[in-house]
């Protein structure tokens, strides 16, 4: 099995707590998810996050519906989270979340371990599609948690004003 790293890295410029209290809550995942993956979670809320947690949704590859399950295998507020796919296009995956606070804001790591089913076949199809729909997909969350975090910003001083 060929196993893959994504990572990514963001400057966020508010406090961990808050940052963090953004990503625990599973409902922000379909705001940052471009919506041509047709990312839906179909686990009823409220969810609460914690070790153990599962989570249901389903995604479109190709235009299909796909069941994805993930596991919350880890779980430290305000600090990390970790989810493993237990069912879903995905041999393996593994995402790992940390949050590090420093003077001008917190930095958020991804760091995402995976593998893809039928050996050689799918190691072409990870160069082809896969490999550039993920980085397609971070990009996306890139710029749209900085748009929300910026848009907090200019509330937080419309507010201090």
């Given at each position: 099995?060929?196993?893959?790293?994504?990572?990514?890295?963001?400057?966020?410029?508010?406090?961990?707590?808050?940052?963090?209290?953004?990503?625990?809550?599973?409902?922000?995942?379909?705001?940052?998810?471009?919506?041509?993956?047709?990312?839906?979670?179909?686990?009823?809320n409220?969810?609460?996050?914690?070790?153990?947690?599962?989570?249901?949704y389903?995604?479109?590859?190709?235009?299909?519906?796909?069941?994805?399950?993930?596991?919350?295998?880890?779980y430290?507020?305000?600090?990390?989270?970790?989810?493993?796919?237990?069912?879903?296009?995905?041999?393996?995956?593994?995402?790992?979340?940390?949050?590090e606070?420093?003077?001008?804001?917190?930095?958020?790591?991804?760091?995402?371990?995976?593998?893809?089913?039928?050996?050689?076949?799918?190691?072409?199809?990870?160069?082809?599609?896969?490999?550039k729909?993920?980085?397609?997909?971070?990009?996306?969350?890139?710029?749209?948690?900085?748009?929300?975090?910026?848009?907090?910003?200019q509330?937080?001083?419309?507010?201090?004003?």
């Open positions: 099995m060929k196993l893959y790293t994504l990572k990514r890295k963001q400057i966020i410029p508010f406090d961990r707590n808050t940052v963090f209290s953004f990503f625990k809550s599973p409902e922000n995942l379909e705001k940052i998810t471009p919506s041509d993956v047709g990312f839906t979670i179909i686990t009823p409220p969810i609460k996050m914690q070790t153990g947690a599962v989570l249901d389903t995604i479109k590859l190709a235009g299909i519906p796909v069941r994805w399950t993930t596991l919350i295998t880890d430290d507020e305000p600090h990390s989270f970790s989810d493993v796919s237990i069912k879903g296009p995905y041999s393996f995956w593994h995402h790992r979340h940390w949050f606070e420093t003077e001008t804001g917190t930095i958020m790591y991804d760091e995402v371990t995976y593998a893809l089913p039928f050996g050689f076949l799918g190691r072409i199809v990870h160069s082809l599609w896969v490999k729909q993920l980085d397609n997909i971070f990009n996306f969350r890139a710029k749209i948690i900085s748009d929300i975090f910026s848009s907090l910003s509330k937080e001083q419309t507010v201090q004003q």
